[in-house]
């Protein structure tokens, strides 16, 4: 039997490259952004119209805090639920484990922990992207992550299914 000594990467897609990967950060970014600042002035409004108190800017420090927050809770939801962001939805990739099963919230966690010090020393936690065999950044490999072009995972596996249900159907 040939199909069940098929090559298992076939089911989960190629590794995502840097542009795709830099351009739905910059999405995500503008997104969470923009979700953050509607939901913490209607927040604020709301607050002011309701108590009649003007949350005011001097407690920047607050507000930079609940930004953090914010970005934490985006993206550990995001890549824990589904395993990819809208911006990464929009460009078609999708953050799993190594070994193409789902990420889970807990792995997610341990990547978002980690992605800040991807960007320390000049960037040098995210050459393995550009550089490395399988793309994976400091956070991939904390979280025993990788990200891949999830088309091609619908692709592959409806193939590789399809190719296992020609012998049964012949018999």
């Not at 108190?53 to 001097?58: K, Y």
């Not at 990739?93 to 341990?110: C, E, H, S």
């Not at 400091?138 to 012998?167: G, K």
Request: charged share 15%.
């Amino acid at each position: 039997m040939t199909d069940a000594a098929a090559p298992t990467e076939n089911l989960f897609g190629h590794y995502a490259g840097v542009a795709s990967r830099t351009i739905a950060l910059i999405i995500d970014a503008a997104l969470s952004f923009g979700l953050y600042t509607v939901g913490t002035a209607s927040g604020a409004w709301l607050i002011d119209r309701v108590f009649g108190t003007n949350l005011n800017q001097n407690s920047s420090a607050l507000w930079g805090l609940a930004f953090l927050g914010w970005e934490f809770l985006y993206f550990w939801y995001c890549w824990g639920a589904s395993g990819k962001t809208p911006g990464a939805a929009l460009l078609g990739i999708r953050v799993v484990r190594q070994d193409g099963q789902r990420l889970g919230f807990g792995r997610a966690f341990i990547r978002i922990l980690v992605f800040p010090f991807s960007f320390l020393f000049f960037g040098l936690g995210l050459l393995g992207a550009l550089l490395g065999k399988q793309r994976r950044t400091w956070h991939d490999v904390a979280a025993h992550s990788t990200v891949i072009y999830d088309w091609d995972a619908r692709a592959a596996r409806l193939r590789f299914l399809a190719q296992r249900a020609e012998p049964s159907a012949s018999t």
